[in-house]
Structures are given as C-alpha cells and as structure tokens.
C-alpha cells in the first residue's frame, strides 16, 4: 500500500515498545508511513486491513511469533505478496533457516543498525 | 486493670490506623512520581530519537530529573541498536555528569550501588568506563561482577577479553553471562583468544579453543588442528567441537585421528565434527565407532553417518551386527 502521500506503508511489530519506537523513527526519516503492532495477532489483523508494502516482524512476539505471522500472510492472497523482513535475537539465528522457509525474505539481527534497517527496507522493495 | 487494657487496645487502634495512612500516602506519592516520570519519558523520547540519529542536536539545557530520564531512555536505546546509532548515545554520554556519577560509584561501598553503576555503564556504551569496569570483575561481590562482564560485553571492550575468559575458567561470573560478553565483544576479541590458545594453563587454552569455534573463521583451522594434538583432552574435545562449528575441511584427517582418541568425549565431539564437515572418507570408521565404542560416542557416530551418507547408514542398519545406535539413527533417518 502507498499512503495519500504517496509514502510506501511499512508494518512494523515487536512487543518492546522501545524497538518499535526506534524502527518507527528510522522508516519515517527514510521517507516510509509506519504503522505498529505490538503482537502478533495485531500484525496479522493490520497486514490484512492496511495491505503494507512491507512488514517487519519480531521473531519472538507473545501469542503469535514473527514465524507463524510470516506463514499466516503467505497464506492469504491478499497477503501473500507482502515481502518479510525478520527481527531475530543472536540466540534465535538458528532458527533464521525456519523463517526462510515460512517464506520471509530477509532478516536482520537484534541489537539493530538503523541505517542498515533501512537500508534492508529499500533493498527488499527494490527487489519486488 | 480494664481502664488500662482499654487504654492500649485505643494505643494499638491509633497506630494501625497512621500505619495505614502512612502506607496509603505512600503508595499515592508513588503513583504520582511514576505518572510524573513516564509524562517526562513522553514528552523526552522524541529527543532521545534524535539524539541516536542526528549529529548536530541543540540540547536544551534541562532540569536534573529530566536528565536522569533521558539518560535512563537513552540507556534502554543503546541496548538495542549498534552502529552509528550507538556510537551517537556513546558520544551524548561523553564528558557528562551522569557518566562521571556511574564511574565513581563503582567505588561505592555498597555492592547493589556498585552492580548498578557497572549495569549502567554499559548503557552509556562510551569506552572510557572499560578500564574500571575491567578492575570491577574481581569486585568481592557476584553482581558487581557478573555486571560488569555484562557492560564490557555491550562496550565491545577487547581489552577485556583476556579477564573475561579468567572469568570464566575460574567460574567467578556465571558462564553465560561471561561467554555472551566475548560474544558481544566478537572477533575484535580473536587475537587475544588465538594468544590464550597457548597458554600454559589447560583450562584456558580449552576456553580459548571454544571461544574461537564461534568467533573465529578458516584463518583459525591451522591453529585448532595443532589444539587436537593438546596433551589436555578438554582442549581436544573442544577443538574438535569448534573444527566441526567452522566446518573446515582442513581439520578431516585430525578429526578423523581422534576417533581413535582414548577419551571417549573426544571420539565424541571429533564424530559430530566429521559429521557436520561432511567427511566421506570416515564414514567406515564411524560406522565401526557407531557398533563398538560406549554409549555416547557410538551414538554421536551413527548420527555423523547420517548426516554425511544417508545411504551407507540404512545400508549397515540392516546388518545382523548394526546394533541399537545404527538402528536408532537409520529409524530416525526414515521419520
């Protein structure tokens, strides 16, 4: 989705809010609209409502993880085409081979660089 | 005797009920500095963003309460970025009055003073605080140091690595909290690792090998497959561990030398290594380990099997002789 002012929508979710706050800042200096979820339950809702051009998920999130957010979007046609970039703890990158295979297309690792979030984001929507 | 009781339980009366007020006020006084403060971190959090993103930031000059929120913001923000990001929170920190106030509180007398100023420090991600946070992991206190190993991680303080690994070996600071540190530090922290790799002590040197499986890259072949010549059978195991971490081809034939080790643990850890370089050519010795060595190790061999030669594996699970550690691999195989 690109907003009224033609900024390509980025959904960000992650259950720290201090993540969410530094993401949100970074994407909108980058010239992205953000909108933010705090679980991943709330992701799922919002990728289906708003149809973001972008979702950036949290890989460990209460209830829902950024996983089985990745499958749910890869399942709905309305969602399927939202391209996937996964945050994942140090501890969690083994598991980076299970978020590809959920369907995410790339992934970058907590603590985060900013400029490279966003530098991640134009690449990822270049590509499509 | 009456006049007297009456008078007492009146006495008790009165002091529960000012107790109760008391504990009443101060839950009230707490909840209004907890509005206070997050009504600060509100309206503070739009500058403690600019200050992780922007070089040239006007400071206002701000009250002393203030401060002290924005640096407590500015801290939870340098746990979660790196980069340039945290180089700005690190040069905010630089020179200020909070960073001189955490210094000098390492030298407090009181250890839970001295653990948070250590916790802080790494927050303020500047460099300065290395020396004496380094000084703070032989503090007499367990939090003091497991803080301070703590903070040097997040600092990335090379300098750091070779106390971090005394640490370690010597278990003064809990082990997780020690090798998440020499992770965060990262391969900054490889020279001094491939220096303690041969130090007289066997404890290092194990600690240092293990350390450089997951820091190190194929440069640190050569100096593993030296370590499973290691007259210390902790060194050999965990050499052979970190051969099959880097998954260097070039550590096959001492691996494969090891399954003939007379430490069980060793045949362990260089049949799990083969098994994830993928060497072909000990498949036939593995197999051999799979049917005849202990428990542990015949085990760890069926599963290298499987991981290198899937077809060989079910091949000799279906011999009279396979025994339980083939058969298990190749049931598992077929899952």
New interface residues.
Partial sequence: MVTPDAAPLVLVADD?P??L??VR??LE?SGYAVATADSGTEAVRLAGELSPALAVLDVMMPGLTGFDVTRRLREDPHTAGIPVILLTA?AQEADVQEGFAAGADDYLR???????LSARVQAVLGRR | MLEALGIAALVLAAISAAFLFALVGRRMSLAREERRRAEMERRLKPLALALTEDDQIDLPVLPAAELAVLADVLGRYSRRVTGDARERIAGYFAGTEALARELHALDDRRAWRRATAAYRLGDMACRDAGPPLVARLSDRDADVRASSARSLGQLRFEDAASPLVLVLVEETVPRAIAFRALLDIGGAALPELRRLAGDESADLRAAAVELIGWLGDAADAELLVAAMEDSSAEVRARAAASLGRLAETEGAAALTRALGDRIYFVRLHAARALGQVGERDAVEQLLRQAREDRFEAARAAAEAVALIDPDALLAAAGLPDAGPHLHEAADLLRV
């Fill in positions: 720290d201090d993540i706050d530094l800042y970074r200096r140090r907590k603590p985060f660089s900013p400029r490279e």
